[in-house]
Structure formats: structure tokens, C-alpha cells
């Protein structure tokens, strides 16, 4: 089996298991109404990216002591959630996120002199699991369990679209269909991830969720940018647009932070880095509403979402 055919093999069997996943989920949501609380809300928040472009004036380091905070965008979503038992909860969430970098704004004269630049608008679709390493359903203990905290850490698998842009000109072009690298497998725009985290959430009243959430996001491919490997024949290209946006040293040669570093950028020579994969990351807060059926554990002495007895007192039903 060749390499691309093994790749794509992958991919669908990735894709096959989100639909397994997302069927079990929607079975489940039918049984809530007998067994569990759940909720469905929003979030807003913002979203940074981590790969090759931009970073501070010293080499490039890894993780988030190379993020571009002045690069951070915005991270909308929404989400359904429903909790399994005590510890234990699933969420299914779709996010809109903007990726975004220029070496423009680099002190790094390598960096700078390549130029290049990018911004990307990914929606993902993902499904996390969330484990309560902490609970409290009585907050401040009035007995009356209507202020609830949780704090957890999750992970799951995500599915997200991958479709970097470059300016020129004036106008916003699509980068992989130009194929800046001269590649002879142009990347997919459907692309796989890892989501791991933590957040916390207060439940006022038993129906309002109010949380945080930090997340960071390992992916399997290092064309978020569109950057990664080698400057291509320009001959090879094929389009003017390709070749202008292949290699962009050209238009800032005589900087004087670019003096002397243009004629480095020629076919053959690194333009980004393949054996590191891009990266992001997001934090955002979210509300939701708690929808919540008739429980057959509503009456009896032990509350199995609660994971504790409960005496009279005990009408908690989230």
C-alpha cells in the first residue's frame, strides 16, 4: 500500500469512527429524558495558533513559548453535553475559529526576510470526554443545591476544515490549490485533531451553566499555514499567482532587517519545518441551559448524578 493510498485509508477509517461516535451520542440523547441531565449552550472566545510564521525575534521554540499573542482571533461555537454519571460526561461541540500569522511581524531576520503570510477559517466538529476531577453540588452548603461546581479535565477527536489563505494584491487566494510547495499530493482540507484540556462550570439554580474552558488542539498535518517544507522549482508552479506566493522575499530584499538574506530563499532551501506539526489553541467561556426529562432515580435515596444518598433534603435533579 503506498503512502497516500494508507493515508486516505486513515482518514476514512478516522471519519467512520466520528460517525460511530455521533450516532452512539444521538441514541443516547433519546434515553436522556429516563436517565441523565444534559445541556446545550454557547461559547465565545479566542483562538491562537502555533507553527511556523511570525514568533518573537530570538529562534523558534516549542509550543506556546513561540505563540503570536498579537495574532489571537476570535472563537465562536456551540455545543450539546450530557453527563454519563458522577464523573463522567460527553460533549459534542462545532467551533468557528480564525488562524492567523505573518512574518512581517517578526524581529527575526530569517523569518522576516521569508515573508510569507497567512489566514485561515476553520470550523471543526468534535467530541470530547469530560472527566469531574472535582465536584461540589452545594456550593457554600445551604442545603439547597442550587449553586454546583465542577472542574475537568478532557479529550477526544475532532474533525476540522483546513483552508489557509494568503493575500495578494489586494484579494484573499485559497493556498492549496496553488500548491505553493510544488507538492505531488496536495494536502487535504478535511483534517484530524486532538483536543485535550480543562475547564470548570458553576450550574446557578440547577438550569444555567456558566464555564471556561482551555483547550489545546494537536493536529496531524503541517499545512494549517500552508508552510512546511522546501521553495520549489518556480517552473514547476503552475500559475503567476503560485510563484508570487511561493516565495515573497522579493518584496522586502532591501529592508535593511532582510540585508544580505534574500538570495538564501532559492529553490531547495527550507522555507518551513516537517517534523513539527502545527498546533492551537483556544480559551473561551460558555453558557448553557439545562434540559432535563423525568428520572427514574428522582424518589430514590441514592441521586447517581450526584453519586451520593440523599435524604429528604435531596431534590437536587441535575
Known amino acids: 500500500m503506498s503512502a497516500q493510498s494508507f493515508y486516505f485509508y486513515a482518514l476514512s477509517m478516522f471519519r467512520n469512527k466520528i460517525i460511530f461516535g455521533l450516532t452512539v451520542l444521538l441514541f443516547s440523547a433519546s434515553g436522556m429524558r429516563a436517565q441523565y441531565a444534559w445541556d446545550i449552550g454557547v461559547s465565545a472566545g479566542a483562538a491562537n495558533y502555533l507553527g511556523e510564521i511570525g514568533g518573537g525575534p530570538g529562534l523558534a521554540r516549542d509550543w506556546i513559548l513561540d505563540m503570536k499573542l498579537d495574532q489571537t482571533r476570535w472563537n465562536p461555537g456551540a455545543f450539546v453535553r450530557y453527563r454519563a454519571d458522577y464523573n463522567f460526561g460527553v460533549t459534542l461541540s462545532l ?39 472535582f465536584n461540589q453540588p452545594d456550593v457554600g452548603r445551604t442545603g439547597r443545591y442550587l449553586l454546583d461546581f465542577k472542574a475537568y479535565f478532557f479529550g477526544g477527536v475532532s474533525v476540522f476544515y483546513n483552508n489557509p489563505k494568503a493575500q495578494l494584491n489586494g484579494k484573499w487566494l485559497a493556498l492549496r490549490p ?43 498535518t503541517d499545512y494549517i499555514d500552508d508552510v512546511s517544507t522546501l521553495y520549489p522549482d518556480a517552473a514547476l508552479l503552475e500559475s503567476p499567482e503560485a510563484v508570487a506566493l511561493s516565495n515573497r522575499t522579493g518584496e522586502i530584499a532591501n529592508h535593511p532587517l532582510a540585508q544580505g538574506l534574500a538570495e538564501v530563499y532559492v529553490p531547495g532551501q527550507i522555507r518551513g519545518n516537517p517534523d513539527a506539526n502545527d498546533s492551537f489553541l483556544t480559551i473561551g467561556v460558555n453558557y448553557s441551559y439545562v434540559i432535563r426529562g423525568k428520572s427514574k432515580s428522582f424518589g430514590k435515596r441514592r441521586n447517581y448524578l450526584y453519586g451520593r444518598k440523599r435524604g429528604r433534603m435531596g431534590r437536587a435533579r441535575f
Not at 112 to 127: A, C, K, P, Y
Not at 195 to 217: A, D, E, I, N, W
Open 95 to 133: 467551533e468557528y475559529l480564525r488562524l492567523q500569522g505573518a512574518d512581517s511581524l517578526t524581529e527575526n531576520p530569517n523569518r522576516f526576510t521569508r515573508n510569507l503570510s497567512f489566514r485561515n477559517d476553520v470550523f471543526e466538529l468534535g467530541l470530547t470526554g469530560e472527566y469531574y476531577f
Open 178 to 220: 496553488l500548491n505553493t510547495e510544488g507538492l505531488e499530493t496536495p494536502y487535504s482540507q478535511i483534517q484530524a485533531a486532538i483536543p485535550l484540556g480543562f475547564g470548570f462550570f458553576y450550574t446557578f439554580s440547577r438550569l444555567h451553566r456558566f464555564g471556561l474552558k482551555v483547550s489545546y488542539r494537536y493536529t496531524f
